[in-house]
């Protein structure tokens, strides 16, 4: 369990502080897998976070005191005053330049636009995994930053944007890394959806009254044979409910606009219904030999010129 230090080192508890560094890593771990399936990086993310972290807090500042103090900022975030500075400064779109690209991102972008590695057709050229120039390991060394040429050969390989043939060459497949079923507007869905809930729970944190609606049904032990029919039925009930709140938003929004003779402000709101499900326990299964992925050796030449690859500590002559 996490202990805050003060400044003399010794410990001391603050359960508020642990309490909500816990409710970070059940909202981060989540995030953390959607992250890898979009091919985002743990330094892109701790770039985002930082970023956003100050434009919440300045806004916070400028509420309370009515102007802008980025030491206050820089109090607030643990950042320096420094880097508060710099990334107030910033936009969006120099935040993105200053990430780059994920790794994979880059070799793949390089595999289809530089010349050195296109076909004659000017299509990605089916290139040898191993080899000091018009390679798979040279293009992986110049464009993925440390990346071994064999992780990166997995990773490609896993989310199916290359294709592995005989002879140890490997094909590009597509270009853009994302595992198959994720698409622009779900990913923003989620952000949205997300968003909503949280500020609806944090909203009612502060709420002195009137709070806003939000409850939760669940049954810690289910039986699996009674799953289907559940989702079954809430799925019906939850449909029937969102299409009672549509009707009673959109009867509010036509009388409104009859009723107002002046502009209005304007806000958002709405009310969501998700199932949610934990990870089935199932029984242990027997252990089986998990299968070996394939050994590819680097080819060498002998001095009459004939190929040779090193397995098992001995030359192997490939004729």
């Given amino acids: 369990m996490l202990r805050t230090l003060t400044p003399d080192g010794s410990r001391f508890n603050d359960p508020l502080k642990e309490a909500t560094i816990g409710v970070l890593k ?13 091919s985002v990086t743990v330094h892109e993310f701790c770039q985002l976070a930082r970023e956003r972290a100050v434009r919440t807090a300045a806004r916070r500042v400028a509420k309370e005191s009515g102007r802008e103090s980025k030491s206050r ?37 390089a595999w289809f636009d530089n010349p050195r590695f296109l076909a004659t057709n000017g299509e990605p050229a089916v290139l040898p995994i191993f080899g000091k120039r018009r390679s ?8 993925s930053r440390g990346t ?37 507007r779900s990913v923003v869905m989620i952000g949205e959806r997300t968003r909503d809930l949280l500020d609806t729970l944090k909203s009612n944190l502060r709420a002195t009254s009137k709070p806003f609606f939000e409850g939760t049904a669940v049954l810690d032990e289910a039986d699996l044979e009674m799953i289907s029919l559940v989702r079954r039925e809430i799925a019906e009930q939850g449909e029937n409910f969102i299409t009672g709140a549509n009707s009673l938003l959109s009867r509010y929004c036509s009388r409104q606009k009859r009723s107002m003779s002046k502009p209005s402000v304007k806000c958002r709101l709405g009310v969501t219904v998700y199932y949610f499900q934990g990870d089935i326990e199932k029984p242990p299964e027997p252990k089986v030999e ?25 030359s192997v002559l490939k004729l």
């Fill in 26 to 38: 059940n909202v981060i771990d989540p995030l953390v897998d959607l992250m890898f399936d979009a």
């Fill in 73 to 109: 900022v820089a109090i607030i975030t643990g950042l320096p005053r420094s880097e508060v500075a710099r990334l107030l400064k910033s936009d969006d779109a120099s935040l993105r330049r200053r990430l780059g690209q994920h790794p994979a991102r880059r070799v793949l972008a």
């Fill in 136 to 143: 798979f390991e040279h293009l992986v060394a110049t464009h």
């Fill in 148 to 184: 071994p040429v064999r992780a990166m050969l997995d990773e490609l390989t896993q989310i199916e944007a290359v294709e592995v043939l005989g002879d140890q060459r490997v094909r590009a497949k597509t270009r853009v890394p994302v595992l198959t079923g994720l698409t622009t």
């Fill in 290 to 314: 998990a299968v070996r992925r394939k050994n590819f050796q680097r080819k060498r030449r002998t001095t009459s010129g004939k190929r040779t690859s090193r397995a098992n500590g001995r």
